[in-house]
Nanobody
């Protein structure tokens, strides 16, 4: 009954910008943390940025270049990526910890993933 749908991503030249969006839908009581992860070929999935209770944290590799933001009214999270580098190439996934009337506690959900390719 809950899903995350991502949009954005694509091919961009080094130094360029992209914006990723992710919206949660379904039977939602509350969303706690929302964040972005990425997985490059042959590597493990890693945290890029996360926001919770008004605070944000970033991976050292993206600090100063990426900005995570959130619209609670839309149950959405965004990732503005500037000064992109080839090493940012990966599949990007959004993640959210969600409370629903259909289960107790909090469950983590993943978006479908979007490819971001930084290449000239």
């Amino acid at each position: 009954q809950v899903q995350l749908v991502e949009s954005g991503g694509g091919l961009v030249q080094p130094g360029g910008s992209l914006r990723l969006s992710c919206a949660a839908s379904g039977s939602i009581l509350r969303i706690n943390a929302m964040g972005w992860y990425r997985q490059a070929p042959g590597k493990e999935r890693e945290l890029v940025a996360i926001t919770s209770s008004g605070s944000t944290n970033y991976a050292d590799s993206v600090k100063g270049r990426f900005t995570i933001s959130r619209d609670n009214a839309k149950n959405a999270v965004y990732l503005q990526m500037n000064s992109l580098k080839p090493e940012d190439t990966a599949v990007y996934y959004c993640n959210a910890d969600i409370r629903s009337p259909y289960y107790s506690g909090v469950r983590g959900y993943w978006g479908q993933g979007n490819q971001v390719t930084v290449s000239s």
